[in-house]
């Protein structure tokens, strides 16, 4: 009753995995301020965490976003056409020569990723050495399992035992967990699995903006002016990050 009472108007109803939703996500996200800051302040953090020197970044999931006006030349990416992106393509066949990337970014897309080690195993064989893979995901903290329980329309599943999701569509297929679950829960599988991969970081953050901003599905809570003021009181209780955080900053370096 409550995620229908919140729910977006421009959103309600519409397929998930239909390609227009996409799109019309984008200008959700590009005309609600409160959501269009969180999205600002991700954007930077991915852009810091980039290395220098030579090599295309690649952007999946791009679709619903604004990523390239951070990062320069950015080849944004996804599964399906939309009018904002350079490239269809899957992540895991990606169509690039050996070792031409200097860094994959993404927000919110692991946990749509079917086949997560077809994944890893691409960015083991694109990604040069020093590169990197940045992500925004949701993480699991004792908060987060409430709110993503109760106010997300996407499954969540902590104790899931595999790291492959079902068969579905390109979006509605997911685990919201899945993050946490490889790189926490399973972190000595994943370190055994991909020695080339070094876990650089792993930084939870931003336990009420994102809920309060509404996302792509629910109504904002809160007006776009009273962004600032909410992020500095999560930075005040930033102690109480991994219990609280409803997503986490990720980066991961290619090493040999």
Same mark, same amino acid.
């Given at each position: 009753?409550?995620?229908?009472?919140?729910?977006?108007?421009?959103?309600?109803?519409?397929?998930?995995?239909?390609?227009?939703? @996409?799109?019309?996500?984008?200008?959700?996200?590009?005309?609600?301020?409160?959501?269009?800051?969180?999205?600002?302040?991700?954007?930077?953090?991915?852009?810091?965490?980039? &290395?220098?020197?030579?090599?295309?970044?690649?952007?999946?999931?791009? %679709?619903? %976003?604004?990523?390239?006006?951070?990062?320069?030349?950015? =080849? @944004?990416?996804?599964?399906?056409?939309? &009018?904002?992106?350079?490239?269809?393509?899957?992540?895991?066949? +990606?169509?690039?020569?050996?070792?031409?990337?200097?860094?994959?970014?993404?927000?919110?897309? +692991?946990?749509?990723?079917?086949?997560?080690?077809?994944?890893?195993?691409?960015?083991?064989?694109?990604?040069?050495?020093?590169?990197?893979?940045?992500?925004?995901? *949701?993480?699991?903290?004792?908060?987060?399992?409430?709110?993503? @329980?109760?106010?997300?329309?996407?499954?969540?599943? &902590?104790?899931?035992?595999?790291?492959?999701?079902? @068969?579905? %569509?390109?979006?509605?297929?997911?685990?919201?967990?899945?993050?946490?679950?490889?790189?926490?829960?399973?972190?000595?599988?994943?370190?055994?699995?991909?020695?080339?991969?070094?876990?650089?970081?792993?930084? *939870? =953050?931003?336990?009420?903006?994102?809920?309060?901003? $509404? $996302?792509?599905? +629910?109504?904002?809570?809160?007006?776009?002016?009273?962004? %600032?003021?909410?992020?500095?009181?999560?930075?005040?209780?930033?102690?109480?990050?991994?219990?609280?955080?409803?997503?986490?900053?990720?980066?991961?370096?290619?090493?040999?």
């Amino acid at each position: 009753m409550l995620k229908s009472l919140l729910a977006h108007p421009l959103t309600r109803n519409l397929d998930i995995d239909d390609p227009r939703t @996409t799109h019309l996500r984008r200008k959700i996200i590009q005309e609600k301020s409160f959501l269009h800051q969180v999205y600002q302040e991700w954007y930077r953090a991915i852009v810091i965490a980039l &290395p220098p020197g030579e090599g295309a970044v690649l952007e999946l999931g791009a %679709g619903g %976003g604004f990523m390239s006006d951070f990062v320069p030349k950015l =080849i @944004t990416s996804e599964l399906f056409y939309c &009018p904002n992106i350079r490239a269809v393509l899957d992540g895991s066949c +990606l169509p690039f020569v050996a070792k031409s990337l200097r860094a994959i970014v993404m927000t919110n897309v +692991l946990h749509h990723l079917p086949r997560v080690r077809l994944f890893f195993s691409e960015a083991t064989r694109c990604v040069r050495s020093g590169g990197v893979v940045v992500m925004i995901e *949701p993480w699991v903290t004792p908060w987060s399992r409430f709110v993503y @329980t109760r106010l997300h329309h996407e499954p969540f599943h &902590p104790e899931a035992p595999s790291w492959e999701l079902p @068969t579905s %569509g390109p979006l509605s297929g997911a685990n919201n967990a899945l993050p946490w679950i490889i790189l926490s829960r399973d972190r000595v599988k994943f370190e055994q699995e991909w020695p080339h991969w070094r876990i650089e970081m792993i930084e *939870p =953050i931003m336990p009420f903006s994102y809920l309060l901003s $509404g $996302g792509v599905s +629910l109504r904002a809570l809160m007006p776009g002016s009273s962004f %600032g003021l909410w992020r500095q009181l999560e930075n005040v209780i930033g102690r109480w990050a991994n219990q609280l955080a409803m997503f986490a900053k990720i980066v991961l370096r290619r090493v040999d």
